[in-house]
């Protein structure tokens, strides 16, 4: 099960049974059903880093509770945040997590005993059951979707979408019989479930690389696009960095996975990241005057800084530091983009971006700099269903074109990356007005897009002109392909 941190509050002791997909909440007297609990920062930031401990997803689920009392203060860091022991019996399924300050988590598993003993003592006909349980209307449950993504067809939703609803809003589709949204997002397949937790009422598919809508032959399926925002710029780069690191692409993809579940963000990102900073096996200094190592990681960061020119890192520590460096920056510039602002409501294509800023630049850039203060205007006055207004992620430089340096062209070229990434999860016409938005005249009278391939040709980077030049003309395409 997932819990949604709402307003920080309440203290003492607190019950979580889960029985099915059922979660019961208890604190002192009441008792309540509900997708969503209340807690402080401080038990939601143990449940956060309880919910991941199985490095699979962000659900609780008792492989996370067994894994953490295995490794409690050897490879878990929940002592960190305050929790002196943890209790945990298989048998029964109760976890007892006990916290400095005399607080205690309960949580209790219905296990299949448990659930088996229910079910056999339930009284009512099968048939008077069925009348209680909410009636399931297909055509109900797709318009509340669209509602809840702001978009107006089926069609338009995105594995972004999906994501967003499940871990916020459920609660609205449990009201219409669904119980659960089950999400594989290598395979492009959504599932929503009912009562029977082995048979999907219905779902999408999802062809992978692609946003171009297609039409199922399936009448039980109703198959939708999306891209995974892999271009051919990530594909060109994670091959020749599995190489430097004499492993398979594939075993760099499934590290890609693992952080991207362990940190929260999407894999998009962290293969954007990867693929945008390069792997340094030996720390140097790449031309702006920070030494670095792994996957751009300087002596700014706010861990494992004790290291000099020429240290050499291992795949295993690059993977490690890049995980801590992605939440790091994830925290930051959640910071940034918190007053009068729903993190969680933002599209994940566009925090994505928002992350992506505050790993490359830092995420003071978001505070000093125009281009970032506006963003976080747009997103803070509820504009962010006008993509064209707050997808603004490009960097402005006051020099001319003509005078910028290649270190300042390379720059241009991940903010175009860092743009086709936060439009993502856009509907096919917001993508269209954000791209538009984006290639309008600056300061200089220069469309940044174009000025960014013309610049990367006259320093002798054809292969990455051409192939920005490649993705960004995909991505355009896709969009009016799917309007028509």
Known sequence: MTLTKKTPQGSGDLTLSIVDEEKNYKRGNSLFNNSDVELNETKYSIFERLAIQDGKSNDLTEEDISLAKRNFRKGCTLWQLGVINIDYNPN????????????????????????????????????????TQPQIDETKIKNKLCQLAGKKKPEELTIGDFQRIRDNSLAELTKLGVTRIAIDDKAGIVNLYGQDPQKPLF????????????????????????????????????????????????????????????????????????????????AKDIGDGEITVGFGHTKHANHNTKFNKGYSITNKTAFVWLKQDIIDKRDEAKKYFSDGINWNEIPLSIRDAIID?????????????????SLRANLKEGRSNNPAS??????????????????QVGLMKRNCYRFLMAIQDLTPKQQLAAINRFKMANNHGEDYYASTLKLLKKYGYNTDANTLQKDWEQVERDAKNAIK
Not at 232 to 247: G, P, R, V, Y
Not at 358 to 372: Q, T
């Open 390 to 407: 707050a997808v603004r992620t490009r960097q402005e430089f006051k020099s001319k074109p003509e005078d910028r340096t290649s270190i």
């Open 92 to 131: 029964n399924g109760k976890a007892v997590i006990k916290i400095e300050g005399d607080e205690v988590l309960y949580i209790d598993f219905e296990t299949k005993k448990e659930r088996q003993t229910r079910i056999n003592n339930k009284k009512t006909p099968a048939a008077t059951q069925n009348t």
């Open 357 to 373: 800023i505050a790993f490359n630049r830092g995420a003071g850039a978001m505070s000093k700099e125009e281009v970032y203060r």
């Open 203 to 282: 779902g999408f598919n999802f062809k992978v690389n692609s946003s171009k809508p297609t039409q199922s032959n399936s009448t039980t399926t109703n198959t939708t696009t999306a891209t995974d925002g892999q271009f051919a710029f990530h594909k060109q780069h994670l091959d020749a960095i599995a190489s430097i690191m004499e492993i398979s692409t594939s075993k760099l993809m499934k590290e890609i996975k693992k952080i991207a579940n362990d940190t929260g963000v999407s894999e998009r990102l962290v293969m954007n990241i990867i693929s945008t900073e390069g792997f340094i096996r030996k």
